[in-house]
């Protein structure tokens, strides 16, 4: 694990208004911490008491919590719900039928809503369609769709019918997703003939094709096919269907199929330290409590809010905050396709007040973006545009740089809407630690602190606490309802990944750094302790990286690592030795850089790519062999090297991989 450096100390604090707190759910820390103690004093009568106030069981729970095999914890044993139920016909049955579920804006702008009664009519023929394909309860479903009303259809059907989805981003490649389907044993697929992104049509059902042609997918025996653009694509007899004539012909009644609180819910797929990505398995009845007790925690969710999450369903953030946390918690939602620089970069400000959002849920890079192309342009500046629906905002993916976080407090919020900078991972299902609207005092980039029954800690290499104020490892103590239940189909790797021996067995991992403000007890969380990154919020393992740029047969080895970046957050540069000579001319050297990057870009999806491809005759390495990271991270920084290098075997090297190419 890498040296984690101090932070600068931050001393803005920005106390919840007292309009604010009169109307929080959780109102004062008086109301935070009386949560925290009864957890504390009574972990899994707290957790009980959650999930029956929260969730509709078809048969109760007998136990909240089952340790004995832990680290493979369970929740809510004994228990048995219908995931999609308690998000539709629970709040369909509460009256809220007629009320919109979703508000679709379409790259283009077209803005299709629907009622809960209407969402529940489209995920029923959908189901009942993938019922009479074969799909059975248990069966994996890998879905790469296109941001839509029918992909949260589409998870909702397989939710419904018990099936596992494993949702895939749209900006995969046909590799990765064949890998995903090879590695889940997806029996269908359910994709789009095209996506959009900002006013372009890309590709998707031939991609499915490609990933499919790949080998290792038999078990897949359909390919529903969603027509977004209705561009010609060709459909295999037998094994191709369009959605709307599968679902057309089905009949609106589907009855949910009651599972187990443990069965899994869904498979997403996300970067770890080696080479292949890892299927974080979720479980039902614990993560739909989280997902919807956060929207009322942390959203501070109220009937008749507007609320939008601008995240992709290919992550986590569009599980918990699109297709489950809102529509258990019976909200409207905005759901958009396209960018937020298309048509202009003043998409998002424009869509807030249209649909007049009032809680807004992004990512500090499109913050930071955004902030760029205001300052270029007034016309697409939030001050052009009346934000003053918006009473709460969010920051999820990455750490928000103080910068970012006032200009985001100042102009999109009018100093009025409090942010709640969320810390959580793929892996736990939900947050973990964050700012509640009406009780913390906000600190500019600290995600402050942990949610009620969120046990987090910052220990050092051996496990043991370190006192605020000592940066060390983020671990959380005790399980909870929404963590990653296993590594789908690799139980020992999640042992060792999340639970490692070195901490004593019983901590959960979480990967960062961070360290705890020394008055307040504040987390700011402070990157990757690993070899992942995080570019644009989205992590990406090196190794991945490496492995893809070693398969290209120019590359006899490379080394991957961040380099911090103003927009992206952190930027990948890849060191690359050549099987042949370096070319010592700038231009070749240009060419070949551009072709590996486009390499990676096919093999893995364009988010992988490197920004930069430095060529060297040779690594730095110690005596061993071991590729001295460290060094390369100051290289590419350009920092000039003040690390002792007498145990590397080739220091001449240093001077030409510091050199951009
Ligand atoms: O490094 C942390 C960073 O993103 C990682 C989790 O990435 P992923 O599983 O893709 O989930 C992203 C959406 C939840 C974490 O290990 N991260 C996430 N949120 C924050 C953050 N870093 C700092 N501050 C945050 N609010």
């Avoid at 489950?324 to 620089?341: D, K, N």
Wanted: hydrophobic letters at 40%; one cysteine or more; aromatic letters at 8%.
């Amino acid at each position: 694990m890498s040296a984690i450096q101090s932070v600068s100390h931050e001393t803005r604090v920005f106390n919840p208004s007292e309009e604010f707190k009169r109307q929080a759910n959780i109102s004062g820390m008086a109301a935070y911490k009386a949560l925290c103690d009864e957890a504390e004093r009574d972990f899994t009568g707290f957790w009980g008491r959650l999930a029956n106030e929260n969730l509709k069981f078809s048969k109760p729970f007998t136990q909240v919590l089952d340790e004995t095999n832990a680290p493979f914890y369970k929740w809510f044993t004994g228990g048995e719900l219908n995931v999609s139920a308690n998000c539709l016909e629970k709040n369909i049955d509460a009256g809220l039928g007629d009320k919109v579920a979703i508000i679709f804006e379409a790259d283009g702008g077209e803005v299709t809503k629907v009622t809960y009664k209407e969402l529940l009519t489209r995920v029923n023929k959908l189901a009942n369609g993938l019922k009479s394909l074969g799909v059975n309860k248990g069966d994996r479903v890998v879905i790469y769709m296109p941001m839509s009303i029918e992909g949260v259809a589409a998870m909702h059907a397989c939710a419904r019918i018990g099936a596992i989805h494993s949702v895939v981003f749209g900006g995969f490649s046909a590799k990765a997703l064949q890998d995903r389907i090879v590695d889940t044993g997806a029996v269908a697929v359910i994709t789009a003939d095209q996506q959009v992104r900002g006013g372009k049509q890309l590709p998707l059902k031939t991609i499915v094709d490609e990933a499919l042609s790949l080998g290792g997918c038999e078990a897949v025996k359909n390919v529903i096919v969603y027509k977004r653009t209705g561009a010609d694509v060709g459909m295999q007899a037998g094994r191709d269907v369009y959605m709307h004539e599968l679902a057309g012909k089905q009949s609106d009644q589907c009855a949910p199929v009651m599972v187990d609180s443990e069965h899994p819910l869904f498979i997403l797929y996300t970067s770890g330290s080696t080479g292949k990505p890892k299927g974080v398995q979720h479980s039902s009845a614990g993560y739909l409590l989280w997902a919807l007790l956060t929207m009322k925690w942390t959203f501070d969710l109220k009937p008749n809010d507007v609320f939008w999450c601008t995240a992709d369903i290919g992550w986590v953030t569009g599980h918990s905050y699109i297709t489950y946390g809102p529509l258990a918690a019976g909200a409207t939602q905005i759901v958009f396709e396209g960018v937020p620089t298309f048509p202009n970069a003043g998409r998002f400000w424009d869509m807030i007040a249209r649909h007049k959002a009032t809680i807004f849920y992004t990512a500090p890079t499109a913050i930071r973006s955004l902030i760029k192309a205001s300052e270029a342009d007034e016309k697409v500046h939030p001050k052009s545009y009346d934000l003053s629906s918006l009473r709460l905002m969010g920051s999820v993916g990455e750490p928000i740089n103080p910068e970012a976080w006032m200009w985001y407090y100042k102009n999109v919020g009018g100093e009025r809407c409090p942010i709640v900078d969320t810390f959580w991972q793929t892996e736990t299902g939900g947050h973990m630690i964050t700012p509640l609207p009406g009780a913390t005092p906000l600190v500019p980039g600290s995600c402050t602190l942990p949610l009620p029954g969120i046990m987090a800690a910052v220990v050092d290499e051996t496990g043991g606490d370190l006192p605020n104020g000592q940066g060390g490892i983020l671990v959380v103590k005790r399980p909870w309802p929404s963590m990653i239940r296993t590594i789908w189909g690799d139980p020992d790797r999640f042992k060792k990944s999340y639970f490692p021996e070195e901490l004593g067995g019983k901590l959960y991992l979480a990967g960062d750094g961070a360290v705890r403000d020394k008055d307040n007890g504040n987390f700011t969380i402070m990157g990757r302790i690993d070899d992942v990154l995080n570019v644009s919020g989205h992590r990406m393992g090196t190794m991945e990286i490496e492995s893809s740029l070693v398969a290209n047969e120019l590359v006899a080895e490379a080394a991957v690592v961040g380099r911090p970046d103003d927009l992206t957050g952190e930027a990948i540069v890849a060191f690359v030795v050549l099987k042949g000579d370096r070319p010592a001319d700038d231009e070749l050297r240009a060419k070949l850089a551009n072709e590996l990057k486009g390499w990676v870009g096919k093999d893995i999806g364009p988010i992988a790519k490197p920004k930069e491809i430095r060529f060297g005759d040779n690594l730095p390495k110690t005596r061993s062999g071991k590729i001295m990271r460290r060094l390369l991270r100051s290289l590419a920084k350009g920092e000039q090297i003040t690390q002792d290098t007498s145990t590397l075997e080739n220091p001449a090297i240093l001077d030409q991989l510091g050199k951009a190419n």
